[in-house]
C-alpha cells in the first residue's frame, strides 16, 4: 500500500490585488442624486413601458426573415402552452401594436420572447437569492472575510 | 420618448447631477407625470420613477 504523501514545498503565499479598486455605487445613492421617490427592481415592474421597449427590442433582434414567415432566432421547440383566451387576446393585441411600430412579430413569437426573459430574470434573481443566503451563512458562522 | 444608451459608470456616476438637472427640466418643461430611469447591469435593474420635478 501506498504511504501518505507528504507536501514539503514551501506555499506560494498570498495572492494580492493591486490594481485600482472599482467603486461601488448603489441604487439607494442614485435615487437620491437623481430626486427620484421611488426605486423598483426590473424584475417587480409589470406593464411599464419600458417594458415593452424591451420586449421590442429583444423582437427587433431576433425575429430573423427565413425566406418564409419571419422566424424567432433560437426558437426552435413547438410547444402547446394552455393559455387563457384573454391572454392569448393580449398577446395578440401586442403583436398587432408592435407591428404597427415596425417590428414584425406574431403572437406566439411575443408570448415566447416574455416567457424567455421571465425565466432569465427568474434565474438571476434565484442567484442573487443564494449569493445573499451565502453571506449571511458566513456572517452568522463568523467565517466571512471583511470583504463581504 | 424613449432614450436608450450605454454608459461607462465612472462618467455616469460623475454626471449624475446634470442628468439630474436634465430629467427634472424634462419632465417639468414637457409636462411629463412621471419620468423614469432604467438601469440594467449583470446585478439586476432599477427603476428611478421622477414625479416631483425640481424647480
Known amino acids: ?148 | 420618448m424613449i432614450v436608450y444608451t450605454y454608459i461607462k459608470p465612472d462618467r455616469f456616476v460623475a454626471h449624475l447631477a446634470g442628468l439630474r438637472k436634465f430629467l427634472h427640466r424634462f419632465g417639468r418643461e414637457t409636462n411629463q407625470e412621471v419620468v423614469v430611469v432604467e438601469l440594467s447591469g449583470p446585478d439586476g435593474s432599477w427603476f428611478f420613477r421622477i414625479k416631483e420635478y425640481d424647480a
Open chain 1, 1 to 148: 500500500m501506498a504511504g501518505k504523501l507528504k507536501i514539503t514545498s514551501r506555499s506560494a503565499g498570498t495572492i494580492r490585488h493591486v490594481g485600482a479598486a472599482r467603486r461601488t455605487v448603489g441604487p439607494d445613492v442614485i435615487a437620491k442624486a437623481l430626486g427620484a421617490e421611488a426605486i423598483v427592481s426590473g424584475e417587480n415592474v409589470h406593464g411599464a413601458p419600458i417594458s415593452l421597449h424591451a420586449l421590442r427590442r429583444e423582437l427587433e433582434s431576433r425575429v430573423r426573415s427565413t425566406g418564409g414567415r419571419p422566424a424567432l432566432d433560437g426558437a426552435t421547440k413547438i410547444q402547446k402552452i394552455p393559455l387563457k383566451p384573454e391572454d392569448w387576446s393580449r398577446l395578440e393585441d401586442l403583436a398587432t401594436r408592435l407591428s404597427g411600430e415596425g417590428v414584425s412579430a406574431t403572437a406566439g413569437q411575443v408570448a415566447s420572447v416574455m416567457v424567455h426573459r421571465q425565466l432569465a430574470l427568474l434565474g438571476s434573481s434565484a442567484a442573487r437569492h443564494r449569493r445573499a443566503s451565502r453571506r449571511l451563512t458566513r456572517r452568522g458562522t463568523g467565517s466571512g472575510s471583511p470583504a463581504d
